[in-house]
């Protein structure tokens, strides 16, 4: 309504005319004359008789022929004397005087009735003014100086309700933005709950919720609720749900803090975790530098965040496969923290444990195996031995051992940390599931394929309840299980099972991640073992495209899904094929694990059996005997791995006819199995296959030897 009271006012306004110069319509008092009009050029016409001189008969005609009451007429020449227009233009300009006049006619006619009786009232008695009307329909004098007034008073009567509506709007709007901010406290309340009871995704729907339902003006925690919703996704595996609300979280902190505030570099550091978690590095790592350097502007080198930040970068590189530019930041983040935080502290013992890491990944055992101890012995005295924190770490000394064949080590370990776990989170969680799998990892080395079975499923059971079909630990854990299928030679079981978590690492990661690339490998190793190599070939191929992609040409992965592909040209005969991917497997994990690594020692093997095949002993002979000694070195010769390599170079001295060196390295192999594994490992009875037809070939070269004698 206040739009049509504007619009009426501007016809009114209109209606006077104003810019004429020279010319005047005046009344002589100093000499008592009646009006005149002076029309310029000194033509004077007496009004004394009708409006201006004009007869009756001709005014009624002129009202006429605008279109106009007499009434309103009347008004326009009173226009025309206030404004002192000319004679000469008195016809045009009561001709634009009239229209402008319809117009507000025909504007006052759309005039709403108010709600407010008093409005309706002014405007009522407005419109009389304006038509020449009154409530009985009888002609009046037309007066738009006295409508205008009754229109000012109706617009003051609807101002004055506008602004107790205002107030009222503003009250209405703090009761609503209460009511917000508490419906958004309670979703936040049921995130926490959900949260609690490890509803990953249900959390995040709820503290999203919550983020929906702040009233502007509440931006900062804004951000820090789709933070945590992203958080709460993350940890679901829903990596897609995660992103836009890091993303969104990162924007508003950037608009309302600015670039260099230190909320605003954990938003980066949290979305840098997400592209992390994806496989892209490329784009992770620019935005943890970004906040590393925020951070170091805002708080200096010498905060915790700065070394917080320095250990996700750490992490990163460490991921790809950089161990050279990780180590010396693990080293930093340390001795940050112990300056800062001290010896004592969760996140000073959280470091070491990332340094850890690193080392028993290169093979460094004997450098991993104390940090890890150091960490536990940390954890106990300021958390206790029953915190979670404490049952990871016995999980990675457990690992240590693991690898190192020292199972009789690394069992009580696993099995105080899943006593641990049971009673602090529960049979449920998703800690005691990954405990579970090492166990069965374990039980695989040691041949006990159905104890390792049963915890493997038990832990997919709990996985799938926990954290759904669609999370890549319960597509890890389908992994394990397949391997144990295949391990037994049951590969109608382990292909579907592989093919399904091949299709969730898709879903969830796409098709260019090194995890999709790892089951690729899993399913072309088991084409492999079933003699299908023309289905093996393209998959074992299209890993290694998608490894060099991701990680580059010096990762492990890389060299490990070369070594796939010479092992499969191996199995075909290609052996020149073969050849060249060894030599590149070996220097790749020379360079970036080191020469006394494992992997360096099974490199030397499998490059060694090669040159065996080809009949080619004497370059056999110096790898086998390299590899020996490496996993003696870092193994000790009483674990599985050094048994192998026995049993390889036996294989090598019976090749040379060398019968009796040869036994004796098969009997050595099998009774080192057989204390590491037990008597019924499969890997020993290969052996005492193996020993046996050495010994008949023995046996046949000496009965040949006895008739040539004969």
């Not at 503290?207 to 789709?226: D, H």
């Not at 295949?486 to 091949?502: D, N, R």
Request: aromatic letters at 10%.
């Amino acid at each position: 309504m206040l739009l049509q009271y504007a619009i009426l006012l501007l016809c009114m306004v209109s209606l006077q005319v104003h810019g004429f110069a020279d010319t005047e319509i005046k009344q002589d008092a100093a000499q008592g004359s009646k009006p005149i009009i002076n029309t310029g050029n000194r033509n004077v016409i007496d009004n004394s008789t009708h409006h201006y001189g004009i007869p009756p008969t001709l005014f009624a005609q002129y009202a006429a022929d605008l279109g106009v009451t007499d009434g309103a007429l009347n008004n326009f020449f009173t226009i025309l004397q206030q404004n002192q227009v000319p004679r000469y233009e008195l016809d045009n300009k009561l001709r634009e005087i009239a229209q402008n006049y319809k117009k507000l006619l025909d504007n006052a006619k759309m005039l709403e009735i108010s709600d407010d009786p008093i409005v309706t009232q002014y405007l009522q008695k407005a419109w009389q003014l304006i038509e020449g009307k009154d409530e009985n329909g009888n002609n009046v004098e037309v007066d738009f100086a006295k409508a205008d007034e009754w229109l000012q008073k109706a617009f003051e009567q609807e101002q004055a309700a506008i602004a107790q509506l205002l107030e009222a709007e503003q009250k209405a709007k703090q009761a609503r933005e209460k009511r917000q901010i508490s419906s958004a406290n309670i979703m936040v309340q049921k995130g926490y709950i959900a949260g609690t009871q490890l509803h990953y995704a249900q959390a995040g729907k709820y503290y999203q919720q919550a983020a929906e339902l702040l009233p502007k003006g509440y931006e900062k925690e804004k951000a820090i609720l789709l933070n945590e919703a992203g958080s709460q996704f993350h940890d679901a595996g829903l990596y897609k749900q995660a992103l836009p609300l890091y993303q969104q979280a990162l924007n508003i902190r950037e608009q309302v803090l600015g670039k260099q505030h230190i909320s605003y570099a954990a938003s980066l550091n949290n979305l840098a975790g997400i592209y992390k978690s994806q496989g892209q590095y490329n784009q992770a790592l620019p935005l943890l530098q970004q906040a590393l350097k925020i951070v170091e502007q805002e708080l200096g080198k010498q905060h915790s965040e700065y070394a917080t930040v320095t250990t996700a970068i750490a992490s990163v590189y460490y991921t790809q496969g950089q161990y050279n530019q990780a180590l010396p930041l693990f080293q930093q983040a340390i001795k940050t923290f112990e300056t800062v935080l001290g010896t004592q502290h969760p996140s000073y013992a959280s470091s070491l444990s990332y340094l850890a890491g690193l080392y028993y990944t290169q093979g460094n055992y004997e450098l991993a195996l104390p940090l890890f101890q150091q960490t536990l012995q940390i954890r106990e005295q300021v958390l206790g031995k029953q915190h979670p924190n404490y049952a990871t770490t016995l999980n990675n000394i457990a690992g240590v051992h693991d690898i190192q064949g020292n199972y009789e080590l690394a069992l009580p370990l696993l099995q105080q940390s899943l006593r641990i776990q049971e009673q602090v989170l529960g049979k449920q969680h998703p800690n005691y599931a990954t405990t579970l799998n090492h166990l069965a990892k374990i039980y695989k080395s040691q041949g006990k394929y159905k104890l390792a079975l049963t915890l493997y499923q038990q832990a997919l059971e709990i996985r799938e309840q926990v954290l759904g079909k669609q999370h890549l630990s319960y597509a890890a854990n389908l992994n394990n299980l397949a391997q144990i299928y295949h391990t037994q030679g049951q590969y109608e079981q382990a292909l579907p099972i592989y093919q399904q978590a091949l299709e969730i690492v898709k879903q969830v990661l796409g098709t260019q991640h090194s995890s999709y690339a790892t089951t690729l490998s899993h399913i072309a190793s088991l084409y492999k073992s079933q003699g299908e190599y023309e289905q093996a070939l393209p998959l074992f191929q299209q890993g290694i495209k998608i490894f060099e992609k991701t990680l580059g040409n010096q990762h492990p992965d890389y060299a490990s899904s070369l070594n796939n592909l010479a092992l499969l040209y191996n199995a075909q005969g290609e052996l020149q094929q073969a050849l060249p991917l060894l030599k590149q497997v070996l220097e790749i994990r020379g360079q970036v694990l080191g020469k006394q690594h494992p992997d360096y020692a099974t490199s030397l093997n499998n490059l060694a059996e090669l040159y065996r095949a080809q009949k080619q002993y004497e370059q056999a002979l110096p790898l086998y005997e390299q590899a020996l000694e490496i996993i003696e070195q870092v193994l000790g010769k009483q674990h599985p791995y050094y048994a192998s390599g026995l049993s390889n170079l036996a294989g090598l001295y019976c090749s040379e006819s060398q019968y009796q060196q040869a036994l004796l390295l098969y009997q050595q192999s099998s009774q080192i199995l057989t204390n590491a594994l037990g008597k019924d490992h499969p890997n020993i009875q290969q052996v005492k296959w193996n020993y046996i037809k050495c010994f008949l070939a023995a046996r046949t070269a000496t009965s040949k030897e006895t008739t040539k004698q004969d």
